[in-house]
């Protein structure tokens, strides 16, 4: 059974860094995107960024977040730069065992971590 777990949330200010990890257990070991997820508090589940056979982000991170994946020790990263408190959320990342679609949407991913609290301050 595959599981998700998340880490490296926290508080920083406004302008600072961090990254996020995500440790995948459990397969698989091929063929699957990994996909970041955010919700602040009374907003509704968003799309962050995601890779698979490549990485796709959305319009509101593009050219501050990274996402990149560390197959061999079953890892999947977002680094997070130039942190604004917007970007305030629980941060989740989610397993599709697809590769070659774009997928952005919350019900196309089949597992999900239990989320690391981000909170930017200003």
């Known amino acids: 059974q595959v599981q998700l777990v998340e880490s490296g949330g926290g508080l920083v200010q406004a302008g600072g860094s961090l990254r996020l990890s995500c440790k995948l257990s459990?397969?698989?070991?091929?063929?699957?995107?990994v996909g970041w997820f955010r919700q602040a508090p009374e907003k509704e589940r968003e799309f962050v960024a995601a890779v698979g056979w490549s990485t796709y982000y959305a319009n509101s991170v593009k050219g501050r977040f990274t996402t990149s994946r560390e197959s061999a020790k079953n890892m999947v990263y977002l680094e997070m730069n130039s942190l604004e408190p917007g970007d305030t959320a629980v941060y989740y990342c989610?397993?599709?065992?697809?590769?070659?679609?774009?997928?952005?949407?919350?019900?196309?991913?089949?597992?999900w971590g239990r989320g690391t609290q981000v909170t930017v301050s200003s």
């Open positions: 989610a397993l599709r065992r697809a590769v070659g679609i774009q997928l952005t949407g919350v019900h196309e991913y089949e597992v």
């Open positions: 459990g397969g698989p070991t091929r063929s699957y995107t």
